[in-house]
């Protein structure tokens, strides 16, 4: 699929998903995609964790029983390393939200690319105990932030489409 087409085609799907199983290999092309994103520094703060069939997103959905959760039958949890990094220069950094934000961008496109519905689904892990409870879960070290999980699977439906402002409402010329 073109990349526009799969631009114009994403959306966010809150609804059900169907059954059917994700390959792993399109797990693994949409994981590759994200990592492919720009990363602030190149510092690559991100991490993403597979979780590959229903009995491994189950631990998640339990704790943001979600709808789209509740029946996603593959996901992508995406955690960053909120440690900072050092610049060239002496002074320290962090990219974690820019970072996080550009591989999640990438992987709703890749996922749609593949024929794949997916959700930017972070919420749930705002809550400090959920947050605690996810990251314990997926078994993540002392020092990384679950951000944002990805929902992966065919949809069950069209799903809803959003409406959005026309383009020139948002986009000008020169000046604002
Ligand atoms: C930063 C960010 C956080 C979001 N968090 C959630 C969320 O926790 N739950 C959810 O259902 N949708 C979430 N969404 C999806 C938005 O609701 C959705 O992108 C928006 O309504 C526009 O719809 P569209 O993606 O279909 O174009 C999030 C999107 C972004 C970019």
């Not at 631009?7 to 994981?31: C, Q």
């Not at 060239?88 to 974690?96: H, R, T, V």
Request: with cysteine; proline share 7%; glycine share 8%.
């Amino acid at each position: 699929m073109d990349l526009f087409e799969a631009i114009e085609k994403r959306y966010s799907h809150k609804e059900k998903f169907l059954p059917d199983a994700v390959p792993l290999f399109d797990l693994e092309r949409i994981a590759g995609a994200g990592l492919a994103a720009p990363t602030g520094m190149n510092s690559q703060c991100v991490r993403l964790i597979i979780l590959p069939d229903r009995e491994a997103v189950q631990p998640l959905c339990d704790v943001a029983p979600t709808d789209g959760m509740l029946t996603a039958p593959a996901a992508i949890a995406v955690l960053t390393d909120s440690s900072k990094q050092k610049a060239p220069k002496g002074e320290l950094y962090n990219f974690e939200i820019e970072d996080y934000s550009a591989a999640a961008g990438n992987m709703l496109l890749a996922a749609v690319a593949l024929g794949y519905a997916s959700l930017w689904l972070d919420s749930p892990f705002f809550d400090s105990e959920k947050q605690k409870a996810a990251i314990e879960v997926l078994g993540a070290p002392e020092g990384y932030n679950l951000r944002v999980v990805l929902p992966i699977g065919k949809p069950d439906g069209a799903g809803t489409r959003r409406e959005k402002m026309g383009f020139s409402e948002r986009v000008s010329y020169g000046k604002f």
